[in-house]
């Protein structure tokens, strides 16, 4: 156990929709991580918010953006969804931007 | 652009057969080098941390050691709940402030009882 939740467990959207996910962090950690993951491939880095700001963003459009909440909880909104967000949807959860613990995930997909 | 390249794809083992699992890496001033267990439909689950090269780690069955290019997970005397997929990851210089990991495709290991 990690401390670390998600919700929801699983979500179906159409294509063109928008979704909101949730993570509520480890107490005390102050750094969240987002992470798409495909089906057979590892996780692939997102954004991080540290202190509510973002603090780095991988390889994502705009559409992907999130917020962090001062008791630490944090959202991922994705905007007019397409397919290939389909996938597993991680959070992380570090305290000062060490080892990250992840969350059981969000199994998205869009039809 | 940091990289992480894990093999063998796929590893089946017998009950008790020890092997090793392969994570080859280029980054710019490593920071950190991770092991991941994941189970199907779980997130990941921390098992190390490596730092410099010639660090090892052992934990029950599992044992990492790291290199300046590469790290290997060695698994001794397996059991089915083993059975799992392991992923590498590599924490940067070049992240800049956000420290976010680099991960490989992962190593899905079955053992068989």
């Known amino acids: 156990e990690t401390g670390v939740t998600q919700s929801p467990t699983h979500l179906i959207k159409t294509r063109g929709q928008q979704v909101t996910l949730r993570c509520s962090s480890q107490?005390?950690?102050?750094?969240v991580s987002w992470y798409q993951q495909a089906l057979g491939q590892g996780p692939q880095f997102i954004f991080q918010y540290y202190r509510e700001e973002e603090n780095g963003r991988g390889n994502f459009p705009p559409r992907f953006s999130g917020l962090q909440f001062p008791n630490y909880s944090s959202e991922l909104n994705v905007n007019a969804l397409e397919l290939d967000d389909s996938a597993l949807y991680l959070c992380?959860?570090?305290?000062?931007?060490?080892?990250?613990?992840f969350g059981p995930g969000t199994r998205l997909l869009v039809l | 652009e940091d990289q992480v390249t894990q093999s063998p794809e796929a590893l089946r083992l017998q009950e008790g057969e020890s092997s090793s699992l392969n994570c080859s890496y280029t980054v710019s001033g490593l920071r950190g080098l991770f092991w991941y267990r994941q189970d199907p439909g779980k997130g990941p689950e921390f098992l190390f941390t490596l730092y410099s090269a010639g660090e090892e780690k052992e934990k029950e069955r599992l044992k990492a050691t790291l290199t300046k290019k590469e790290s290997f997970l060695h698994i001794t005397a397996p059991k089915p709940e083993d059975s799992a997929t392991y992923l590498c990851a590599v924490q940067g210089g070049s992240s800049g402030s956000a420290r976010q990991l680099t991960f490989g495709s992962g190593t899905q290991l079955t053992v068989l009882p």
């Open positions: 107490s005390g950690h102050n750094t």
């Open positions: 992380a959860s570090t305290l000062n931007q060490e080892t990250q613990y």
